[in-house]
């Protein structure tokens, strides 16, 4: 992980002394564009050439020896970056956004001159929510940094920049502050989320799940449960048997607990950890089969988020459950039509040894809420192929038997960036997987195969208010945007992170009055 500071300075911004300070720019129709008062008569000229008008997404670098501000700069360069007309961008949630790709572009524009350093100049324009701006902005800066290079020859020459090392803001106040330390908090478990994905599946095993959550409890308020392969089998937990028994690496159950004094409300996280998915005997093909090293991205969503959350400490309980083995078709895998029982004595019949993520998630949500008794649960998995073809790779699924939690979590993912489209669940979807042999069948055909994947975890959840996020589409190649650099994208935990901050107040079960 490359590590950025963020600080904080009340010192002129003309007398900042670093490689570049970062101005943004608004357009307002075909009038001049707003800018701060130091480079105004700038963006004048810019705009009257035509160079620069503030438009989305648009920057550009000056040097300030040669402009014409009136004004002397003591940093090297000049940063200019477009938002557009922010005053038709509808809710606050997508100005949010605005702000949080402004601050990706700004990633990308100090990598094209290798710039180590930014002074970061909060509009004047805008003062409402300054806070927030100000946060999506340092967010999108440090999302936007990203790189993985850790495989990559360490005297490579062409490589030799590092990313951004210090953002300093310019700025004051205890709120302003707060705000961007906790966007801060929120981008590094995205990066760490990252991280692990990048990791291939020879590099990040089951055990290493395990390690990232023993050495995070070691450092934090956290604790942390691993539960090894005796105590799977032992516990009955069926589904993560059958889907390791191929493999030579053992599974895990990872499990991280954040119990604060007093809470009210406890949530549960469960994300699917597959290190690797060949499909098992039902094996993949070839062609893109080196992706399914993603398939852990629900895994490291929710144990990134408890990453955030050892730092935030919130008023609620918070549980993270991450199942995790490889799905490898060695001799002893699992076949189809094998019977298999769950942790809670459904029996399921496997037609499809591919459908394994819902067999793992299966375990880990029954045994999550016989253990935890939560208020809520939220799994995360890159479940179906299928969701691609529904949502593409700009929403993820989301599926729930609660429409308290299903709102939460959609405000969730409209305020973050990470937006969900709810999917329906009706009884008729679980009937898909009814099994001739068996309580189940773990697959429902071809119809529906998002749901269908839903409709198989819900038989494990009773009346918990419960609901699953598909990421298969978002997790990597999520849509193009400046703070989303190839690769995965660390989704999830963000939007986990804004939803944790909210639940404290939402009810999902109307409770019966006294009489
Ligand atoms: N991990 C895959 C889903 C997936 C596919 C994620 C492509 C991202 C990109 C999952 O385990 C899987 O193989 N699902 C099958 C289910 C089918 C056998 C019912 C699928 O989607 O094809
Ligand atoms: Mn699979
Ligand atoms: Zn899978």
Redesign the pocket.
């Known amino acids: 992980m490359t590590t950025c500071k963020v600080g904080f300075t009340q010192k002129s911004i003309l007398s900042y002394p670093g490689a570049m300070s970062v101005f943004l720019v608004a357009e307002i129709g075909k009038k001049q564009p707003k800018s701060d008062s130091l480079i105004r008569t700038v963006v004048k000229e810019l705009s009257a050439l035509g160079d620069f008008k503030g438009k989305k997404d648009e920057s550009l670098i000056l040097y300030p020896g040669n402009l014409k501000t009136g004004k002397s700069f003591a940093c090297r360069r000049v940063l200019l970056v477009g938002i557009g007309e922010i005053n038709k961008a509808g809710t606050q949630d997508q100005l949010l956004e605005i702000f949080r790709k402004a601050g990706g572009t700004i990633s990308q524009s100090a990598k094209k001159v290798k710039a180590d350093e930014l002074l970061l100049v909060l509009p004047e324009f805008v003062d409402d929510a300054r806070k927030k701006f100000a946060a999506s902005m340092v967010e999108g800066i440090l999302l936007g940094n990203y790189r993985f290079r850790s495989y990559k020859k360490k005297d490579d020459r062409k490589n030799k920049y590092k990313g951004l090392k210090t953002i300093t803001i310019h700025g004051k106040g205890g709120g302003l502050r707060r705000a961007v330390n906790r966007a801060r908090i929120g981008a590094e478990a995205a990066i760490s989320a990252r991280d692990m994905a990048n990791e291939p599946a020879n590099h990040w095993t089951p055990e290493h799940f395990a390690k990232f959550g023993r050495d995070l409890a070691r450092n934090s308020v956290l604790v942390c449960r691993v539960i090894g392969k005796n105590q799977i089998e032992k516990l009955g937990m069926g589904g993560i048997i059958a889907v390791n028994q191929g493999s030579a690496i053992e599974p895990r159950v990872v499990i991280l607990e954040h119990r604060p004094k007093n809470y009210r409300t406890t949530v549960l996280l469960v994300g699917k950890g597959?290190t690797f998915?060949s499909?098992g005997v039902?094996l993949?093909p070839a062609a893109g089969m080196e992706?399914?090293k993603?398939?852990m991205c629900g895994g490291a969503a929710v144990i990134s988020t408890m990453q955030a959350v050892a730092d935030n400490k919130p008023g609620v309980r918070v549980v993270a459950i991450v199942p995790t083995t490889d799905?490898m078709s060695g001799s002893s895998a699992v076949k189809p039509g094998d019977v298999i029982t769950h942790y809670n004595g459904v029996t399921s019949e496997v037609i499809?040894t591919?459908?394994?993520?819902r067999l793992i998630l299966a375990d880990a949500l029954a045994y999550g809420i016989e253990k935890y008794s939560p208020d809520c649960v939220i799994d995360l998995a890159?479940?179906?192929?299928?969701v691609?073809i529904g949502l593409g790779h700009h929403r993820s699924g989301l599926m729930s038997n609660n429409d308290v939690l299903a709102d939460a979590l959609s405000a969730a993912g409209e305020a973050t960036g990470e937006k969900v489209w709810r999917l329906p669940l009706d009884q008729e979807y679980s009937e898909q997987l009814d099994s001739e042999v068996a309580d189940v069948k773990n697959?429902g055909g071809r119809a529906a195969?998002s749901i269908t994947?839903g409709a198989y975890l819900k038989k494990f959840v009773g009346d918990t208010p419960w609901a699953h996020l598909d990421i298969?589409?978002t997790?990597w190649e999520f849509t193009k945007k400046s703070y989303i650099p190839k690769g995965p994208s660390g989704i999830g935990v963000r939007l986990l992170l804004d939803f944790i901050a909210r639940c404290s107040t939402l009810k999902f079960v109307e409770r019966k009055k006294d009489k």
């Open positions: 597959i998915d499909g039902s993949k992706d399914m993603y398939d799905n499809n591919d459908a394994e993520g890159t479940l179906t192929g299928a691609i697959i195969g994947a298969a589409g997790a």
